[in-house]
């Protein structure tokens, strides 16, 4: 989140901002804030924090989380590779082959000009972006959704069988 920060303040500083610091903070203003997820939430600069529609805090991150949100679904492989001496490195590699895709989406959508190393922005400053990028979420929970499934059914199984075999 680079809102109301000064250049010297901006974290990824090399990377100019596509519509600048004022033309940011102005569609900030003017769209809002929609963020769900805790650990997103938690890079917000002070002064976006109230414009979010919702406050997230890590109890009520299960309530909260969205099946399009990138950050939710880059999760996914997080907790898998944390789990690794547990999880097949082939669902590992999974996960991580779709939260590298995920995140080159959040990359484009940013408001970082990030052209010249390959990412064609998603221009949330237009209607039209905004629309591309709430087609794309809907996309990412149709084709995520299989693999959290897997993911908890996996998990479930795991558990099942030490809760069994410590009877």
């Given at each position: 989140?680079?809102?109301?920060?000064?250049?010297?303040?901006?974290?990824?500083?090399?990377?100019?901002?596509?519509?600048?610091?004022?033309?940011?903070?102005?569609?900030?203003?003017?769209?809002?804030?929609?963020?769900?997820?805790?650990?997103?939430?938690?890079?917000?600069?002070?002064?976006?924090?109230?414009?979010?529609?919702?406050?997230?805090?890590?109890?009520?991150?299960?309530?909260?989380?969205?099946?399009?949100?990138?950050?939710?679904?880059?999760?996914?492989?997080?907790?898998?590779?944390?789990?690794?001496?547990?999880?097949?490195?082939?669902?590992?590699?999974?996960?991580?082959?779709?939260?590298?895709?995920?995140?080159?989406?959040?990359?484009?959508?940013?408001?970082?000009?990030?052209?010249?190393?390959?990412?064609?922005?998603?221009?949330?400053?237009?209607?039209?972006?905004?629309?591309?990028?709430?087609?794309?979420q809907k996309n990412l929970a149709h084709q995520t959704a299989p693999l959290r499934a897997e993911f908890a059914n996996y998990?479930?199984?795991?558990?099942?069988?030490?809760?069994?075999?410590?009877?």
């Amino acid at each position: 989140m680079v809102y109301q920060l000064s250049p010297e303040e901006i974290r990824h500083s090399k990377f100019p901002l596509r519509i600048g610091s004022a033309g940011t903070n102005a569609l900030v203003e003017e769209i809002g804030v929609r963020c769900t997820h805790y650990d997103a939430f938690r890079f917000f600069t002070a002064p976006a924090i109230p414009l979010n529609v919702i406050h997230p805090v890590r109890e009520d991150q299960p309530k909260n989380e969205q099946p399009g949100c990138i950050h939710a679904n880059m999760d996914l492989y997080k907790w898998a590779y944390k789990l690794a001496p547990i999880i097949p490195s082939s669902m590992v590699f999974a996960y991580f082959q779709n939260a590298r895709a995920l995140r080159e989406i959040d990359m484009r959508a940013s408001p970082y000009d990030l052209a010249n190393i390959g990412y064609e922005p998603i221009l949330m400053e237009t209607a039209e972006g905004r629309a591309e990028y709430a087609r794309i979420q809907k996309n990412l929970a149709h084709q995520t959704a299989p693999l959290r499934a897997e993911f908890a059914n996996y998990i479930r199984r795991v558990l099942e069988t030490f809760t069994s075999s410590a009877q």
